[in-house]
């Protein structure tokens, strides 16, 4: 079993950068694809990166591509989404998930954080 702690969030103004970072405890951290998601107020979980096991092939929502990265440190058991240029849209509460493959459908992810708030102000 995996258990996933989220970091990182907060208020940050448009334009401007955030960091977050997902720590997993266990020894078999890197047998997992692992997946960002958000859910903002009202809307349904949207997938917003996601990244192999080893960290070779990343994937990417149009809506964050160019503007977000995401990576992985297989030795710190951790997962990270950098977020630059953020925009009011991007407001919600960010999830990371683990897998047993890449992929953008949350119910193929089996274990979830708690989340972290990301607010974005205009």
């Known amino acids: 079993q995996v258990q996933l702690v989220e970091s990182g969030g907060g208020l940050v103004q448009t334009g401007g950068s955030l960091r977050l970072s997902c720590a997993a405890s266990g020894r078999t951290f890197s047998m997992y694809a692992m997946g960002w998601f958000r859910q903002a107020p009202g809307k349904e979980r949207e997938f917003v990166a996601g990244?192999?096991?080893?960290?070779?092939?990343?994937d990417y929502a149009d809506s964050v591509k160019g503007r977000f990265t995401i990576s992985r440190d297989n030795a710190k058991n951790a997962v990270y989404l950098q977020m630059n240029s953020l925009k009011p849209e991007d407001t919600a509460v960010y999830y990371c998930?683990?897998?047993?493959?890449?992929?953008?459908?949350?119910?193929?992810?089996?274990?979830w954080g708690q989340g972290t708030q990301v607010t974005v102000s205009s």
């Open positions: 990244i192999t096991r080893s960290g070779s092939i990343t």
């Open positions: 998930a683990a897998s047993r493959d890449l992929g953008r459908i949350s119910d193929t992810y089996f274990y």
